[in-house]
Nanobody, 127 residues
Framework: QVQLVESGGGLVQPGGSLRLSCAASGRTLRLSIGAMGWFRQAPGKEREFVSVITWETGTTYYIDSVKGRFTISRDNAKNTMTLQMNSLKSEDTAVYYC??????????????????WGQGTQVAVSS
């Protein structure tokens, strides 16, 4: 079993920055994860893929709307993942969820591919 805890959300003005973190824990963590990703869900909308990073190689993928603004990274030694969000826009407002996929799943935009989820952290971009 893997547990995920997010932190770092908040209120920021358009053009500002936030850094989200996700801490993973579990007895078989290193054998259990193929990739970790970020999803977001705005009110009245479906959960949306944002970015993913493969746990072993660090290969990254982003949705087009955040390319060049968001950067995903991970620290295998500390079992943490971060999402640096710059040049934030009002449309980035959502609850952001950290997710982990089991070993053997290295890239997916589909929420059902991820076995473990954090509780979510609110990001609000407003003037």
């Amino acid at each position: 079993q893997v547990q995920l805890v997010e932190s770092g959300g908040g209120l920021v003005q358009p053009g500002g920055s936030l850094r989200l973190s996700c801490a993973a824990s579990g007895r078989t963590l290193r054998l259990s994860i193929g990739a970790m990703g970020w999803f977001r869900q705005a009110p009245g909308k479906e959960r949306e893929f944002v970015s993913v990073i493969t746990w072993e190689t660090g290969t990254t993928y982003y949705i087009d709307s955040v390319k060049g603004r968001f950067t995903i990274s991970r620290d295998n030694a500390k079992n943490t993942m971060t999402l640096q969000m710059n040049s934030l826009k009002s449309e980035d407002t959502a609850v952001y969820y950290c997710a982990a996929a089991r070993a053997g799943v290295y890239y997916s935009r589909v929420p059902s591919a991820y076995a473990y989820w954090g509780q979510g952290t609110q990001v609000a971009v407003s003037s």
